[in-house]
């Protein structure tokens, strides 16, 4: 497969083509992401809610950059995008996450003041936006005229997202509340498999049920360890 660039998502976009984006926030997870052959790889700041048990918007930069630079190592074809936490929105920072972090794109949910900013300075920027008002598509487009490369178009709801949609150049994905109006999904790779504690025990309709797995496999270590079994998978010293 060719390695994934903003070319090529524009292309995907102009032949109808959907792109597919997950959210990961670790090495392993990279690597089963790129295997599948997904075009965009997103780090997100719901990193510190969903798998560290943080308040929302606790996350700092620093924290985004380990994850980040993770996330790369498990990359080599898909794009890779990272979070900008909304109190660290700077130049710096973004060219932080670029240089250091290895993103091809950064994510902000910023004004086109501030998305103009980073584009001018060089830094790709994925922006994202929410549904619900009436002016979806002239949001959508100063955005695009800000520098925006890419637009992620949260609740954007049928009618507003398939106007933004035929309304931009740029590709539009959608993360929480899109669907197949827009250009592509973007959907976090643990709900996608059902890896919540939540999901142990109530399904959410996820692809699997890897929390209810993870439980099984777990009390089976457990369960050998306390009956001085031989453990599986274990090499011997």
């Not at 909304?86 to 993103?103: D, F, M, S, W, Y």
Request: hydrophobic share 45%; with cysteine; proline share 4%.
């Amino acid at each position: 497969m060719e390695k994934v660039t903003l070319a090529v998502l524009g292309r995907l976009k102009r032949e109808g083509r959907k792109i597919v984006a997950v959210v990961a926030w670790d090495y392993p997870m990279a690597q089963i992401a790129e295997r599948t052959g997904v075009e965009l790889v997103s780090v997100g700041d719901s990193v510190g809610v969903n798998l560290w048990g943080q308040r929302p918007q606790e996350v700092t930069l620093e924290e985004m950059l380990v994850v980040c630079k993770a996330v790369r190592r498990g990359v080599r074809r898909a794009l890779v995008s990272c979070d900008l936490p909304p109190k660290a929105i700077t130049e710096e920072n973004a060219k932080r996450l670029v240089g250091e972090g290895g993103a091809d794109l950064v994510k902000i949910e910023g004004s086109p003041a501030e998305v103009q900013a980073l584009s001018r300075a060089g830094i790709p920027v994925f922006a994202e936006f929410h549904g619900g008002g009436e002016n979806a598509v002239a949001h959508a487009q100063a955005l695009e005229a800000a520098g925006a490369v890419l637009l992620d178009f949260r609740h954007s709801g049928e009618k507003d997202g398939a106007a933004v949609a035929a309304a931009v150049s740029i590709p539009v994905l959608g993360g929480l509340g899109g669907g197949p109006w827009l250009d592509g999904r973007l959907r976090m790779a643990h709900a996608a498999i059902g890896y919540a504690a939540a999901n142990v025990d109530a399904d959410a309709g996820s692809y699997a049920n890897v929390a209810r797995i993870s439980l099984q496999a777990l009390g089976e270590y457990a369960a050998d360890v306390r009956a001085g079994r031989a453990l599986k998978g274990q090499r011997p010293a």
